[in-house]
């Protein structure tokens, strides 16, 4: 069977420099039905990147490869797949900002997620049927939201905010879930609260999840695989285990980690000129 995601020779250049402005090199990977993987590297390595050719939010280079999702081509030598607006009705996409309409209800940014099932005339009228409201209302109560149904989407948290983006992949009924940096902006216990909610659509639906991370922590504690990308090549593809100190240090560039596994440059600290004292920190 066709692996569930499919990336071969993709390459991604942003400037005219084809040697230095590369944020792709040629990068080939395949992501099984049922996996949950987290793809891991340095800020600027490519991440992002990699996850919006999945989705055919961005194409790759002419001369690059072929990306396959859900058995459909996404792109083909930077040209998006004709019908690729039927293969992202299939892939749920949540952004690290929730990308939720601030002035509506959590219902209504909810029920959006079905658009792509309804006749246009009814998703513009906002006409949705008791059975879209009663599935949009499941999916908030399995992410804990469904008493704020009701409330504007800006009055909540952000980690509120994310549960309910999760909400609307849900009744969208996305079979692949590719979630960028979806913790990247939350407090821990909210971090913890979505990558359980993510981890239990992985375990119980069997939804593929391919997570962008910062924290090394979470990929391990969530993810049994993880891709590590390092200016735009895939440096390391196995258990996210197998992620040893030693490997940390060749993929970020520091040994140091803060509390939440996220990697921390160490600062230099500045030597005191000849004949001047550093001013002691107040
Ligand atoms: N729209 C764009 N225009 C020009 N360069 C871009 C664009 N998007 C990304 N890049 C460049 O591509 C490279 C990879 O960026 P990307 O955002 O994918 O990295 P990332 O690993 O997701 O980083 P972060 O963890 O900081 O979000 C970077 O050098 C970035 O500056």
Known sequence: MEPEIQIQGLSKTFGKNKANDKALKNISLSIESGEMVALIGPSGSGKSTLLRHLAGLSCGDADSGEVRVLGQPVQCKGRLSADVRKTRARIGYIFQQFNLVGRMKVMTNVLAGALGRVPGWRGCL?????????????????????????????????????????????????????????????????????????????????????????????????????????????????????????????????????????????????????????????
């Open 126 to 282: 906002g006409l949705f049927t008791a059975e879209e409201k009663a599935l949009a209302l499941k999916c908030l109560n399995r992410v804990g939201m469904d008493a704020k149904a009701n409330q504007r989407a800006s009055c909540l948290s952000g980690g509120q905010q994310q549960r309910v983006a999760i909400a609307r992949t849900l009744t969208q009924k996305a079979e692949v879930i590719l979630a960028d940096e979806p913790i990247a902006s939350l407090d821990p216990e909210s971090a913890r609260r979505v990558m359980e909610i993510l981890a239990d659509i992985n375990n119980q639906d069997g939804r593929t999840v391919v997570v962008t991370l910062h924290q090394v922590d979470y990929a391990r504690e969530f993810c049994r695989r993880a891709v590590a990308l390092k200016a735009g090549e895939i440096v390391y593809d196995g258990p996210s285990e197998n992620l040893t100190p030693a490997l940390l240090a060749s993929i970020y560039g520091t040994t140091s980690f803060d509390v939440d596994g996220e990697p921390v440059k160490k600062r230099k600290i500045p030597k005191a000129a000849k004949g001047f004292a550093l001013a002691p920190a107040s």
